[in-house]
């Protein structure tokens, strides 16, 4: 048992050794921890969301140098998508000077962090992913599901599938299958889908599938048979190239494929090349080069040679989304340094408050440079999504093209859903909501 | 010299049969639980105790039931984390669904749910053995992916599929600092592993070892083999059972099927086999190896490369950090078969003629 006190005595002194210098290097700038996966099943997705995360820091780095003078510094760690990895690194880098938000990169992580975010108070941006109910800001204090959960993303393709056939009430008598991977993050929509299938009178038919999803021979086995009117694809990572081969060799018809915005970038349909074409998409944000922020971050980072991944990924669909979210993560700050003080370095909590008050209007899209990018979006302490629209996208074979307009999700069916979910977990967990008069302190 | 045994004379059989006959041992063992219980608390960060302790005393609590299967009774199981899902759900079900059910039974409930379930799928250890029976109990861990994704009234009816306790107290004690999670979990691991000890030096212990070494020969000196293996499997799911609740209650929180999968199964198996198979304190060696080596190459990787000027992308560093664990575990292989228990007696034998080795 001595090599295990040598080992805790090595580690007290690496601990030690890391984070000394670091400490004191860090001590008037902002830190963002980066939790990440590069390598495991999900790798193809998680890196270019992880690129887009990074070269943003470096781009207002390079360009503005910080936030209102306040230094950006940020370390990467690699959780690989497992849980028990995501948490070590959450509690290796929650106790940095001048940590920001974490952005867990996972519903799994998330789940985990939910509890520990609470008890150390250190906001979760999760965007686009994570707990359906956090949208309930008075339930879920430090939860940030900016732009859009599952269930929002749900209910937008079952309103474009209800405009496609002519009205919702077409749908009666259709048949909707969800083909998802066998997680938390795959089963988030199916409460949604079954409510608007009670309202609506389709059959939905739930199909799952194992993760990490390469084995799906089964699934379409059952679709082959069921015979679908639609398929909602609720994969990530390599499950989601999987499935369109597979429909490609089932032959199901791609056009009635509809992913949710996770299986809608351009790993997931590369490889199928053409056996794609067709396939639709949720899309909170375009694939492109054009918008002037990616145009920024060609000339401050690329072009001299600091880029973290492929120049040619830069502005892919994960890629912008990891720009998106690291956007956000700054606005917050500087949100909140208009209140706590411009050029200072913001706790955990003054975040919070920035994170309740962004109010990206068009105005300071356009200034960001993310015009046509996302729609602007305002936050409040009770609404932690700020905004609920996104639209559809189809692969072309070679690119990801816009397919319809813009869809908002249907407050009247998911606010009393969200408020009653919330009302179970507080329940479940013994907590209380938040008071009303905590919304404007920073603690 | 450090080991010199001279002079310590056992005159009586409760003597001779003692833990640690050695008085170095004890006072060495007695030392490391004052530094465990006392001293580190005091000096451990929340970060070295929530990230690294506290999951190294799950993961070693772990390996001493799967050591007692795998390493003692000689049966291969890859269903290891199976029995800690079972024993984290079984635990769950009981604290929730019982108003007022206080913490530690609710764990030890747990663990018995997991003795129930590896009792099940220990009886194909009666007619295969070998690899055989890992495959079989591989079924076990298919089984509990399925019935935990799918068996809604074992989740609560939670619709993600994902739970989560909150609120630990023991008799009025919350469980809820850093250091109190590591207490806690510190005494399950100590009286387990001395229970473990105890249990592997007595006559069911015995019988195990007989079974492992031949167990036709076990049965011609009259062992029940029946009766030794579906033991062993009781009390090694029990044990693994009580690590699951731990990992599930005190390290994650909230939780899903995942945590469980078959990769745990098999880090489980791997820190037996190269802490030591048949070792109580391989147990320990082998989680610390499998747990903390990769956070430790995870950080210091960067740290040496920034020494020498050369900036290491994330990628690279897990890259590597995968193969250096790689080679080293092939390389500990090599070396010493036996485990890393076996390279401490060897040098504990060492020392017992240090400085003067024949």
């Known amino acids: ?443 | 010299m450090l080991y010199r045994e001279n002079g310590q004379f056992k005159t009586s059989y409760r003597a001779d049969q003692q833990i640690f006959p050695i008085q170095q041992d004890r006072i060495f063992i007695g030392l490391l639980l004052a530094v465990a219980f006392v001293v580190v608390p005091g000096l451990a960060s929340d970060y070295l105790f929530r990230a690294i302790l506290i999951p190294f005393l799950i993961m070693a609590l772990a390996a001493l039931g799967v050591n007692i299967l795998v390493g003692y009774c000689g049966q291969i199981s890859l269903g290891s984390g199976a029995f800690m899902a079972v024993g984290a759900y079984g635990a769950y079900n009981f604290f929730v669904r019982i108003p007022g059910m206080p913490l530690v039974p609710a764990i030890l409930l747990g663990g018995l749910c997991a003795t129930a379930f590896g009792i099940l799928f220990g009886l194909p250890s009666l007619r295969v053995k070998g690899l055989y029976l890992a495959v079989a109990t591989l079924a076990a861990q298919f089984f509990s992916d399925w019935m935990f994704l799918r068996v809604k009234w074992l989740l609560n009816d939670s619709p993600s599929g994902s739970v989560g306790v909150t609120n630990l107290q023991v008799l009025g004690w919350p469980i809820d600092s850093a250091a109190s999670r590591y207490w806690f979990c510190l005494v399950f691991l100590v009286v387990m592993a001395l229970l473990a000890k105890n249990l592997v030096r007595s006559a069911i212990g015995r019988e195990w070892m007989a079974i492992r070494d031949m167990d036709v020969a076990a049965a011609v000196i009259g062992i029940r083999p029946m009766y030794a293996k579906l033991s062993a499997f009781a009390v090694s799911s029990f044990v693994v059972g009580v690590a699951g609740a731990l990992w599930a209650f005190v390290y994650l929180g909230t939780w899903e099927p995942a945590a469980f999968s078959v990769d745990l199964s098999f880090r489980l198996l791997f820190m037996v086999i190269i802490g030591g198979l048949g070792s109580i304190m391989g147990a320990f060696f082998g989680a610390a190896f499998i747990v903390v080596l990769p956070i430790v190459l995870n950080q210091v990787l960067p740290l040496l490369a920034s020494l020498v000027g050369v900036e290491f992308s994330t990628t690279a560093v897990s890259h590597a950090e995968l193969m250096i664990f790689g080679a080293l575990i092939v390389w500990f292989l090599a070396v010493e078969p036996h485990g890393l228990a076996r390279l401490w007696s060897t040098g504990k034998q060492k020392l017992r003629l240090w400085p003067f080795p024949h």
């Open chain 1, 1 to 443: 048992m001595k090599l295990r006190s040598l080992l805790a005595a090595a580690l007290v002194a690496g601990t030690a050794l890391a984070s000394a210098p670091a400490a004191i290097a860090q001590a008037k700038e902002q830190f963002f921890p980066l939790l990440s996966y590069r390598t495991g099943p999900y790798a193809p997705n998680g890196t270019p969301w992880a690129n887009g995360k990074q070269d943003y820091l470096k781009m207002v780095m390079a360009r503005d140098g910080g936030i209102n003078g306040v230094k950006l510094t940020w370390e990467e760690c690699e959780t690989g998508y497992a849980t028990d990895r995501g948490v070590e690194c959450y509690e290796r880098l929650k106790s940095r000077p001048g940590v920001t938000l974490f952005d867990p990169q996972s519903t799994g992580i998330t789940f985990a962090l939910t509890d520990k975010a609470l008890h150390d108070k250190i906001p979760l941006l999760t965007l686009g992913y994570g707990l359906s109910i956090s949208a309930d800001g008075m339930a879920f204090p430090w939860n940030f599901e900016l732009m859009g959960s599952y269930w929002t993303g749900a209910d937008i393709l079952v309103q474009h599938l209800g405009k496609k056939e002519g009205g919702l009430d077409k749908l009666k008598g259709k048949k909707i299958a969800l083909v998802y991977h066998d997680s938390p993050f795959g089963k988030e929509p199916i409460p949604l889908l079954q409510e608007r299938a009670r309202m609506h009178g389709f059959d939905l038919s739930l199909i799952p599938v194992t993760a990490p999803g390469v084995e799906q021979k089964a699934a379409w086995l059952q679709v082959r048979q069921q015979r679908p009117d639609y398929v909602f694809l609720w994969g990530w990572g390599v499950m989601n190239s999987t499935a369109l081969k597979e429909a490609q060799a089932t032959g199901y018809p791609r056009e009635k494929m509809y992913g949710v915005w996770w299986a809608g970038a351009e790993p997931d349909v590369k490889d199928v090349g053409a056996g794609a074409k067709g396939y639709n998409a949720l899309a909170l944000n375009p694939s492109s080069q054009q918008p002037k922020v990616i145009q920024d971050i060609l000339k401050y980072v690329h072009d001299k040679g600091q880029g973290t991944g492929p120049k040619d990924e830069v502005g892919h669909v994960l890629y912008t989304r990891g720009v998106i979210i690291q956007m956000l993560s700054h606005e917050a700050v500087r949100r909140a340094q208009e209140r706590f003080g411009k050029g200072k370095v913001m706790t955990p909590e003054q975040v919070r408050w920035g994170l309740e008050n962004l109010n990206l209007d068009q105005k300071r899209l356009d200034a960001l440079g993310f015009n046509g990018v996302m729609r602007p979006l305002s936050t409040s302490c009770t609404d932690h999504q700020g905004s609920t629209w996104a639209r559809i996208h189809t692969w072309d074979g070679s690119k990801w093209n816009f397919s319809s307009d813009w869809y908002q999700a249907d407050e009247q069916i998911l606010k009393p859903m969200v408020k009653a979910g919330a009302e179970k977990y507080l329940a479940d967990k013994k907590l209380q909501r938040r008071n009303a008069s905590e919304c404007q302190s920073a603690g």
